[in-house]
């Protein structure tokens, strides 16, 4: 049984398959039961960024996956020798996961001097998709001030590569920085509105670190008023991806 609610929802944040590190999968049943459960319309898949490094033909794989599953929305994880997002694909954005560095502990610097990183951004800027960026908060700085135009989303409001009010300090006037509500509480999503605008704020969930109905339910009770409810829930992801444009006329099954 599907729930229903009154917004077109979608996740932008969820893990799919198998997971290296973890010896965990997640499979699609399970993405798609939690969904069901709370109302969520569409969501964004992304391979375990260990996953991703081990075995480049998982992507194969999602894509085939999403194919199947047209309530899937797949992304690229950025691999090590920085290619971007490839264009000819149905990947509809990328996941920048602490790039040879130390995931969720230590940003490695020397990316930043590798010469392949300004073709990545000049690439990423052209392809026009967003990139779901997450390292520590002083490499996402140096990152940001070679980019104004390359669409990124900084998961967990910043949780993971720093404090999310420094993450709002630094970023507050860059309006091609957004930041995902996976994880966080439901006061900083509150404040990152107030400061920042809801246009910059997209629902996530971080399934498997998170479950799709409480962190849901985080957003559906925010004191904001519907029009900012539907940006953060769906509108600002579409913008950014494209995706709910090919579909717009005709009611949805
Ligand atoms: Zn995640």
Not at 86 to 104: A, E, I, L, M, Q
Not at 190 to 195: C, N, S, T, V
Not at 208 to 230: N, Q
């Amino acid at each position: 049984m599907r729930a229903r609610n009154d917004f077109d929802i979608i996740d932008s944040h969820t893990h799919w398959g198998p997971s290296m590190a973890m010896g965990v999968t997640v499979s699609s049943e399970e993405l798609l039961r939690q969904a069901d459960e709370c109302g969520v319309d569409r969501i964004v898949v992304f391979p375990f960024p260990s996953t991703a490094i081990a075995d480049e033909g998982i992507h194969d794989r999602l894509l085939a996956e999403c194919r199947r599953e047209t309530r899937f929305v797949p992304y690229y994880t950025i691999p090590a020798d920085l290619r971007p997002v490839p264009s000819d694909t149905c990947f509809k954005g990328g996941k920048w996961h602490w790039v040879r560095g130390v995931p969720d502990a230590a940003s490695n610097y020397q990316v930043l001097e590798d010469p392949r990183l300004d073709r990545f951004i000049e690439r990423s800027e052209s392809v026009g998709l967003p990139v779901v960026f997450e390292e520590e908060l002083r490499f996402t700085e140096s990152f940001v001030a070679r980019t104004s135009s390359l669409q990124l989303i900084i998961p967990h409001l910043g949780l993971l590569g720093g404090t999310p009010e420094d993450f709002l300090k630094a970023f507050r006037r860059r309006e091609n920085v957004h930041f995902d509500t996976a994880l966080a509480s439901q006061d900083t999503i509150f404040h990152f509105i107030q400061e920042i605008g809801a246009a910059r704020v997209v629902f996530g969930s971080d399934v498997p670190f998170g479950t799709m109905k409480r962190e849901l339910d985080k957003i559906l009770a925010l004191d904001i008023g519907d029009e900012k409810k539907r940006l953060v829930l769906s509108g600002n992801l579409k913008r950014l991806t494209g995706i709910g444009h090919e579909e717009s006329s005709g009611p949805r099954a």
